[in-house]
């Protein structure tokens, strides 16, 4: 008598959880390719202009404008062209701080859909701590190359800027990124979690 070995069927929880994964990971694969589509080209764009925006105002503008004498309300022609850049520069970056969220919302649902299939679980909690990592280390990798930007035009301005201002970066970096770790350090968490507990179902079987 032949005793066949029935394969174990998929429990409708278990289907329901994985449709539920590809459902997620479709919505956010559309999100992503709309926003590169959308932002990509913005940012690519923002950035190169900041820097020709920079080179242009180093290199001409400003020892045009140290060889004049003249001031206008008590300020130096160097200082206020100075401003003017700094001003330029920060409503640039602050297009490409808008841009590069919605770049990381679509990059964090793909990480959480790839992470999410392969532990079988998808959450937005875990979505949303993907979001957090993302931002804060991509926000300061921006803040600090913008630093770099605007800290021989303030120094222009006042000698005392750039000093102030990189110490306040430095103390919101230090947070940023704390934020950044805390997150990741969450997804982690909760991957081996589930990770100890199939271990644990594993042991009681064996």
Known sequence: MNFMAKREEPK???????KKIEEFGSEMYLESARALRQVGARVFLSVGAAILIWIFGEMIFLPIAKG?????????????ISFIIVVALALIIFTVFID??????????????????ASGEVSVETY???????????????????????ASYLAEIHPAIPAVLLILIVIWAIFALWRSCKAIAAV???????????LEKQAKKA
């Open 68 to 80: 004049m004498t003249q001031q206008f309300f008590g300020y130096p022609v160097h200082s206020i």
């Open 100 to 117: 590069v969220r919605r770049l990381t919302g679509g990059m964090a649902g793909v990480l959480a859909y790839h992470f999410g299939k």
């Open 12 to 18: 409708p929880e278990e289907i329901r959880e994985e």
């Open 128 to 150: 949303k701590n993907y979001r957090t990592a993302l931002d804060g280390i991509l926000y300061v990798i921006i803040v600090s190359l913008a630093y770099l930007l605007f």
């Open 188 to 198: 982690i968490g909760r991957y081996t979690s589930k990770f100890a507990e199939e």
